[in-house]
């Protein structure tokens, strides 16, 4: 599987970005998510979804970050809104046939490079 991120960079507070993660060379189905690392932390899981669009999500983001997967253009999203400095760090997509909640605790099968998000 191999996973490219794009639609990182700088926003000031309460503004949003939305992050993007194109998928190919996997067979489905396979569950994807966003992790994230913030500076000095280990990486955490953000949200998830799965095959039949069922979702989950880190409760430090619940209400302000939206994940949707686009099938047909095998592409992930994730939407974030009203983003504070504490989202700031670098921006992973994830891929992998666990469910969705063993994904999000690292339970996965690929990554990608990382995208950053910074906020002011």
């Known amino acids: 599987v191999q996973l490219v991120e794009s639609g990182g960079g700088s926003v000031q507070a309460g503004g949003s970005l939305r992050l993007s993660c194109v998928a190919s060379?996997?067979?489905?189905?396979?569950?994807m998510g966003w992790f994230r690392r913030l500076p000095g932390q280990e990486r955490e899981g953000v949200a998830a979804?799965?095959?039949?669009?069922?979702?989950n999500y880190a409760d430090s983001v619940k209400g302000r970050f939206t994940i949707s997967l686009d099938n047909v253009k095998n592409t992930l999203y994730l939407q974030m809104s009203d983003l504070n400095p504490e989202d700031s760090g670098t921006y992973y997509c994830?891929?992998?046939?666990?469910?969705?909640?063993?994904?999000?605790?690292?339970?996965?099968?690929?990554w990608g490079q990382g995208t950053q998000v910074t906020v002011s």
């Open positions: 994830t891929a992998g046939k666990a469910s969705c909640y063993y994904l999000l605790r690292g339970i996965t099968d690929a």
């Open positions: 060379g996997y067979t489905l189905p396979m569950n």
């Open positions: 979804i799965a095959g039949d669009g069922r979702t």
